[in-house]
């Protein structure tokens, strides 16, 4: 059973790690411009959180590599952007809204984003370091 629950901790741990890996590697991606960008925002309440707003971004553009067209609807590694805090919103938005380029893939350019550094860093670190921190725990009191 506890190979198991190590198994499940060291995913959850690549994950996260692939996560950073990822958003470290996209900022030396390629860049092209944007060719046509369109802004979608709105809010709701949160299902989770009573009487929390949601705020979400999403995005659709355009761009040429090489005389061939993408479309794309990626803002960061994540799709869409949603916040419940007003200032963090109104700061993506304006970011997204002002997006001049085109981040894209070297190795498979259908694969874009507009704004690099987009990941919750705090979840992710936390998500990395409570693997390795359960597994080190699993690890210390099967040798107790």
């Known amino acids: 059973m506890t190979i198991i629950f190590e198994l499940i901790c060291l995913l959850l741990s690549l994950q996260a790690l692939a996560y950073i890996l990822l958003d470290i590697w996209t900022k030396y991606w390629p860049t092209v411009p944007v060719g046509t960008l369109s802004?979608?925002?709105?809010?709701l309440?949160?299902?989770?959180?009573?009487?929390?707003?949601v705020f979400n971004i999403r995005a659709r553009y355009r761009y040429v590599i090489s005389g061939t067209t993408f479309i794309s609807n990626r803002i960061g590694i994540v799709k869409n952007v949603r916040t419940d805090n007003i200032n963090q919103y109104e700061q993506y938005k304006r970011k997204v809204e002002a997006s001049k380029i085109v981040h894209y893939c070297p190795f498979y350019p259908a694969y874009s984003i507009l704004l690099t550094g987009l990941i919750n860093k705090t979840f992710t670190y936390f998500t990395l370091f409570l693997g390795i921190g359960l597994i080190a725990l699993i690890r210390f009191f099967s040798f107790v």
Do not use: I, L, N
């Open 45 to 53: 309440t949160s299902q989770v959180r009573s009487g929390v707003t």
């Open 39 to 43: 802004v979608d925002t709105h809010s």
